[in-house]
């Protein structure tokens, strides 16, 4: 436990990840499985990517950022997401995300796996005071789900287990890339916005080759990464 900035912070051993994973096995398999019911399957990552329709509702790149870093609570286009991560800068985990807390929002495409995460308990649960992110101590440990009680209270979700971070090459470009220790995930991220002291990421949580819906992550300057 650190205590810092009027915040308490959690840590937790290595061990409490693998066993909960290891607990929680059914679940997170049938999370995976869902991927493969969404409405419309998101696969985004195929050999011929470059030739994918990703016109969406032909909105303007600008006018898609700012909605995202404003939180416009509204359903995006998935193609339109798509688009807009093509045109951002890819970023490097061990300049820009190690040793970094996140706090996280889920953007809804209305047919993703995390919009039942969004709807069944990140909303119930913001009326409450709690909030989500992540956080990477190192390029070996990191907290898939870090929750926090009103920004003063930090606990670690080890659901997942651990997760490492490196650089892999996703729609032809190399960025930063979380990878899940237990599960066939990996989230992969790159630069939205870093104006004003506001650096927030774009990313997109994949189960093997289909994309599971779709957040942003805005840097947490205030809150310690690690002890």
């Not at 329709?53 to 939180?71: F, M, P, R, Y």
């Not at 009680?149 to 996703?170: A, E, H, L, Q």
């Amino acid at each position: 436990m650190l205590i810092s900035n009027n915040r308490v912070v959690l840590f937790f051993p290595l061990v409490m990840y693998d066993l909960t994973q290891l607990l929680l096995f059914p679940l997170n398999y049938a999370i995976g499985g869902l991927c493969y019911l969404q409405p419309k399957k998101s696969v985004w990552n195929d050999h011929d990517f470059q030739t994918q329709d990703v016109s969406g509702t032909a909105k303007s790149l600008e006018e898609l950022k700012w909605q995202i870093v404003n939180q416009a609570d509204i359903a995006y286009h998935e193609q339109d997401l798509v688009r807009l991560y093509d045109s951002l800068p890819a970023v490097s985990a061990s300049d820009d995300l190690i040793g970094r807390t996140w706090k996280g929002k889920i953007l809804r495409t209305n047919h993703s796996v995390l919009d039942i995460a969004e709807w069944a308990l990140v909303r119930p649960l913001t009326k409450l005071g709690l909030g989500w992110g992540k956080r990477y101590r190192t390029a070996e440990k990191g907290d898939p789900l870090l929750l926090n009680w009103k920004s003063r209270i930090y606990t670690p979700i080890p659901f997942w287990g651990n997760v490492g971070m490196t650089d892999i090459r996703w729609r032809g470009e190399t960025t930063a890339t979380m990878n899940y220790d237990h599960q066939p995930w990996k989230d992969y991220f790159k630069l939205l916005t870093d104006q004003d002291g506001k650096v927030v990421l774009l990313g997109v949580w994949t189960h093997k080759h289909i994309a599971g819906g779709w957040f942003t992550l805005t840097l947490d300057q205030d809150t310690p990464t690690d002890i």
